[in-house]
């Protein structure tokens, strides 16, 4: 039992895949941030944003049984670009994109821990000037805890 909670450990590997992917591709930054909505003063970028954690109450169940809970979370990443034409651009966009959901959805550490990653969207932005600013990447990440034990999956 190593103490830490099933949660921060999906987060710690996701947080090493976003630090991996920020060195690799040369973003200027890697970091979580509480606003997925704001505007990056740095580019290129690669933020997330951890939304709360609830319940999944899929499959007419209360996310709960006799052992313990099927939990699950948002979790967004951004990609901040520094802008340019559309038409130049978004190519570029959408293999930064497919280059995120790669690392995110292959990775065996992370469905060991979490029981699955779901896709759920790609949304592109615009900067104020209209330029491509980038893409949010959100996934739900859901996985099952046990009762009183918050540092161990079942």
Request: hydrophobic fraction near 45%.
């Given at each position: 039992?190593?103490?830490?909670?099933?949660?921060?450990?999906?987060?710690?590997?996701?947080?090493?895949?976003?630090?991996?992917?920020?060195?690799?591709?040369?973003?200027?930054?890697?970091?979580?941030?509480?606003?997925?909505?704001?505007?990056?003063?740095?580019?290129?970028?690669?933020?997330?944003?951890?939304?709360d954690e609830i319940r999944n109450t899929e499959n007419n169940?209360?996310?709960?049984?006799?052992?313990?809970?099927?939990?699950?979370?948002?979790?967004?990443?951004?990609?901040?670009?520094?802008?340019?034409?559309?038409?130049q651009l978004m190519p570029e966009v959408r293999r930064l994109v497919a280059v995120l959901q790669e690392k995110i959805e292959a990775d065996p550490t992370l469905q060991n821990t979490a029981l699955w990653t779901e896709y759920i969207s790609t949304r592109f932005f615009l900067h104020d000037g209209g330029a491509v600013g980038g893409a949010i990447v959100t996934y739900h990440i859901t996985y099952r805890r046990r009762r009183a034990q918050p540092d161990i999956s079942y």
């Open positions: 039992m190593n103490n830490i909670p099933v949660i921060d450990q999906i987060l710690a590997v996701l947080q090493d895949h976003c630090k991996e992917l920020a060195a690799a591709l040369q973003f200027r930054q890697a970091a979580e941030i509480n606003d997925i909505g704001e505007a990056s003063a740095v580019f290129p970028a690669l933020h997330w944003q951890v939304d169940t209360d996310g709960e049984d006799i052992r313990g809970f099927t939990l699950q979370f948002p979790i967004h990443f951004k990609i901040t670009t520094a802008g340019g034409r559309k038409c």
